[in-house]
């Protein structure tokens, strides 16, 4: 009798225990996972980003949970990513999704859209606006999902070796910009032309092409543009604000200790605002740095912006004619800018504006 | 022999273990915390976002770290948080540290400053511009630390029973504002008046007041205004990105095992991200209601934004003058600040503003 008591109140203390903090009852496992970047080390904001996402889930999990970095093409060639985390050769991918626009071109939308939402509007509508929803619901096909994990904010429109006076000069123009852009530049008469990153700087050299456009100011001053095309345009109205995203195959997300999916959650927020914060901090000094070199700093005409954003919305109405994924993001990305500008209108960009224009009449005094 | 080698065997196993996951060596406590918030549940963003913290560091501990959350007056009263927090009484607070600002100008920093940063760029200045060294290098002396735990973005201006047509219109104009806006605004005359949130309505009615701050569209809109003060102005240049604070008693985060330090930190900048996207996808909405419901939009005069301007930078220099503390952190953000406005002129705001006139261009169409 007195054992069976004791085995009954054991029990029920156990069973107490389960309901108060169930997944206490095991202990959480050791696990490695490989995570392979689209992104080369030489882009650090962008991979020190993964790497401090790596080093923060090691740290939350006391250890346990170590996830090992590899820059584009160690393990996985740079825009393969996504496929080898679909095919369960890496637990976890750190990519953009609009790389594989050529599977499936609504796949942008995770990443950014031409003539798109600002950085904290593709975050909002991400995190709070239903856009993950919708975007996880495309992952799902690849047996992926996914988590923010930084954003360059709006990109700069590139580098020019003649000045862009007019739509007439972008007739012919050899460009390297790819993906959606290109098709939209294509449009205009614009000549798109894939090349890697390495090789821009001699292909400019040379006039093999007249312009290039990269990221922004602190990933840009590595390749030494200016030496070589020296306008350097913004905005880039292609990337507005472009995020990264962390790729993880579902079958190892669903495997996964509810702490582990959350501390994998957390660091990925935390990630996606220290990569921003970077950016943040590095563009405008290297901006300055690049102006003393003698860059020469352009706005893109007027006219060369409409005629942009016209064609940009030509494509984007024949791609949702075409593909109705494309055309059900698009519908609620859209819906979203327009609220997200109207709003800006009203605060943000007007208290934007003025402090721009009372720094430049300070300036000039 | 044998049993000699077996010792030494397994210590050296033991010791290579200790040298791969150090903290694995003792499990993790369990540990409840309490934190009192200077924010009421109705303002369900900012609450909201201490409750999603608290759950995600439950989950990331697997339930061994409980974080018990407390609205403004339950544990404490909403502006004696950093009190709290500095003599023990709870572990925790959020709160805002501008609202302490008596005990030391120099608090207003780690929330905003009136013609300040942007949201994003606030958190660029505190997440890697240095920011958050000067504004902890601060808080050491109350015995405290902090985590951002989100932002409201840029402010309404708030509701006027009249219009404000020109500087003369605020002599003698009396408005619940508070802090430093207040004192700023009584250079230009206006007789600033404390008066709870639940007080504003009434007060309005009355006409015992003749305006009042507060939020945004999505908080303002639950206390009506709009029926006693239907003027509803913009950008409210006082609060221009305004940060929530996590402050943690220094004493208790000392004592944290690193995992729990790792934790509340990737919470924290998690919380930090969703705040600001809830309120993005919040303020445009209840905007479009409350414009339904009469309310009448309009934005400061330039006469009256440069003579606010030009009031709080008359502030900022009396202040830094007193307070070498002040100086210190005005003089790093306001560099800051000058070249994140330079950059934003390039890129961000360039396409912002072409954004928001294509909109409008559309809607006239």
């Given at each position: 009798m007195?054992?069976?008591?004791?085995i009954?109140?054991?029990?029920?203390?156990?069973?107490?225990?389960?309901?108060?903090?169930?997944?206490?009852?095991?202990?959480?496992?050791?696990?490695?996972?490989?995570?392979?970047?689209?992104?080369?080390?030489?882009?650090?904001?962008?991979?020190?980003?993964?790497?401090?996402?790596?080093?923060?889930?090691?740290?939350?999990?006391?250890?346990?949970?170590?996830?090992?970095?590899?820059?584009?093409?160690?393990?996985?060639?740079?825009?393969?990513?996504?496929d080898?985390?679909?095919?369960?050769?890496?637990e976890?991918?750190?990519?953009?999704t609009?790389?594989?626009?050529?599977?499936d071109?609504?796949?942008?939308?995770?990443?950014?859209?031409?003539?798109?939402?600002?950085?904290?509007?593709?975050?909002?509508?991400?995190?709070?606006?239903?856009?993950?929803?919708?975007?996880?619901?495309?992952?799902?096909?690849?047996?992926?999902?996914?988590?923010?994990a930084?954003?360059t904010?709006?990109?700069?429109?590139?580098?020019?070796?003649?000045?862009?006076?007019?739509?007439?000069?972008?007739?012919?123009?050899?460009?390297r910009?790819?993906?959606?852009?290109g098709?939209?530049?294509?449009?205009?008469?614009?000549?798109?032309?894939?090349?890697?990153?390495?090789?821009?700087?001699?292909?400019?050299?040379?006039?093999?092409?007249?312009?290039?456009?990269?990221?922004?100011?602190?990933?840009?001053?590595?390749?030494?543009?200016?030496?070589?095309?020296?306008?350097?345009?913004?905005?880039?109205?292609?990337?507005?604000?472009?995020?990264?995203?962390?790729?993880?195959?579902?079958?190892?997300?669903?495997?996964?200790?509810?702490?582990?999916?959350?501390?994998?959650?957390?660091?990925a927020?935390?990630?996606?605002?220290?990569?921003q914060?970077?950016?943040d901090?590095?563009?405008?000094?290297?901006?300055?740095?690049?102006?003393?070199?003698?860059?020469?700093?352009?706005?893109?005409?007027?006219?060369v912006?409409?005629?942009c954003?016209?064609?940009?919305?030509?494509?984007?109405?024949?791609?949702s004619?075409?593909?109705?994924?494309?055309?059900?993001?698009?519908?609620?990305?859209?819906?979203?800018?327009?609220?997200?500008?109207?709003?800006?209108?009203?605060a943000?960009?007007?208290?934007?504006?003025?402090?721009?224009?009372?720094?430049?009449?300070?300036?000039?005094?």
């Amino acid at each position: 009798m007195q054992r069976r008591k004791f085995i009954q109140a054991a029990t029920g203390a156990a069973a107490a225990a389960v309901l108060t903090a169930p997944a206490q009852a095991a202990a959480l496992p050791n696990l490695t996972w490989r995570v392979a970047s689209s992104f080369p080390k030489s882009l650090d904001t962008l991979y020190g980003g993964l790497e401090q996402f790596a080093k923060r889930v090691a740290e939350i999990t006391d250890g346990k949970f170590i996830i090992r970095t590899f820059p584009a093409g160690e393990l996985v060639p740079a825009f393969q990513v996504l496929d080898a985390v679909q095919n369960g050769t890496i637990e976890m991918g750190h990519s953009a999704t609009y790389l594989y626009f050529g599977k499936d071109t609504a796949l942008t939308f995770e990443t950014c859209a031409p003539f798109g939402l600002n950085s904290r509007q593709q975050t909002a509508w991400y995190d709070a606006g239903g856009g993950s929803e919708l975007c996880k619901e495309l992952l799902k096909d690849y047996g992926v999902t996914s988590l923010p994990a930084g954003n360059t904010g709006c990109q700069m429109g590139g580098w020019f070796r003649k000045e862009i006076k007019s739509v007439e000069d972008l007739v012919g123009l050899k460009m390297r910009v790819g993906g959606f852009a290109g098709r939209i530049m294509q449009k205009l008469g614009v000549v798109p032309q894939q090349i890697p990153a390495g090789d821009i700087y001699p292909s400019l050299e040379k006039g093999t092409i007249d312009a290039a456009e990269f990221v922004g100011p602190y990933d840009d001053e590595k390749l030494g543009f200016e030496r070589v095309a020296p306008y350097y345009y913004s905005p880039g109205w292609w990337e507005t604000g472009s995020q990264v995203s962390l790729l993880i195959g579902l079958k190892h997300w669903d495997s996964l200790p509810n702490a582990y999916r959350a501390a994998l959650t957390a660091a990925a927020y935390e990630t996606h605002v220290s990569v921003q914060s970077k950016y943040d901090v590095r563009n405008p000094q290297a901006l300055a740095r690049l102006l003393k070199r003698g860059t020469k700093l352009r706005a893109f005409p007027q006219s060369v912006m409409d005629a942009c954003a016209k064609a940009t919305a030509e494509i984007m109405q024949e791609e949702s004619a075409k593909n109705p994924q494309f055309k059900k993001l698009f519908t609620h990305y859209q819906r979203f800018q327009n609220e997200q500008n109207q709003w800006y209108s009203v605060a943000e960009a007007r208290m934007q504006n003025f402090q721009i224009n009372a720094l430049k009449t300070a300036s000039r005094k």
